[in-house]
């Protein structure tokens, strides 16, 4: 079993349309997450960092982080046609991003 | 900005020849690099870290003979796979951090590299 799951999708999305992506992982020891963008033959982007549990919101985006249920969110509001990407959560036992756990990715559609 | 390049951005070779593949930090001089590997529609693992100045520290199941990396600069770090075969057909991405390993990392643009 991976220590990061992430459901790989392909999730597809009207315009405008609330997104919900998610991870769940097994490692309890996971303190910092984050969210990247990737799109198509490019390299991830980090989105959004959060330590421990509790919401952080930039823009449209919004991460939750459940350290109780080792389960991870994160909500674009308002989606656009340029938020079709994959994302991809990521966690690590320590402040060291580079030692970061990935999930495969889900791939996200928005529709005009 | 902190941005960081990659060349080349693809690569096509023969089997059994070797292949370099820079990372570069264009604005920041990276004390730490990493350099990750992906296969379609899988998530990204973790093949080194490369700190200046120093030898790279390698993860787990990876042959440190067979990817080379050299960090000779704070700017500069490079992966050679050796006597590449078609199984290492892959798209490598490096990133860097700017600071102490507290420091967000910063991702390339990535290489794909096809191995005949």
């Known amino acids: 079993q991976k220590e990061v799951e992430q459901d790989p999708g392909p999730l597809s999305v009207p315009e405008g349309a609330i997104v919900s992506l998610n991870c769940t992982y097994s490692?309890?020891?996971?303190?910092?997450f984050m969210w990247y963008r990737q799109y198509s033959r490019k390299g991830p982007e980090l989105l959004m960092y959060?330590?421990?549990?509790g919401n952080k919101e930039d823009g449209r985006f919004t991460a939750q982080v459940d350290k109780s249920s080792k389960y991870i969110s994160l909500f674009i509001r308002d989606s656009q046609p340029s938020d079709s990407a994959t994302y991809l959560c990521?966690?690590?036992?320590?402040?060291?991003?580079?030692?970061?756990?990935f999930g495969d990715g889900t791939t996200l559609t928005v529709k005009p | 900005g902190a941005v960081v390049s990659q060349h080349p951005s693809w690569v096509i070779c023969k089997s059994g020849t070797s292949v370099k593949i820079e990372c570069r930090s264009l604005?920041?001089?990276?004390?730490?690099m990493f350099w990750y590997r992906q296969f379609p529609k899988q998530s990204l693992m973790l093949m080194a870290t490369?700190?200046?100045?120093?030898?790279?520290?390698?993860e787990q199941g990876v042959e440190k003979d067979k990817f080379l990396i050299n960090h000779a600069s704070l700017t500069l770090s490079t992966l050679t796979v050796t006597s590449a075969h078609p199984e290492d057909s892959s798209f490598y991405i490096c990133?860097?951090?700017?600071?102490?390993?507290?420091?967000?990392?910063?991702f390339g643009p990535g290489t794909r590299l096809t191995v005949l």
């Open positions: 490692n309890s020891a996971f303190q910092y």
């Open positions: 604005d920041f001089q990276a004390t730490t």
């Open positions: 959060t330590y421990s549990s």
């Open positions: 990521a966690m690590s036992m320590n402040t060291n991003a580079g030692k970061s756990t």
């Open positions: 490369s700190n200046e100045g120093s030898k790279a520290t390698y």
């Open positions: 990133s860097a951090q700017k600071g102490g390993s507290t420091d967000t990392q910063y």
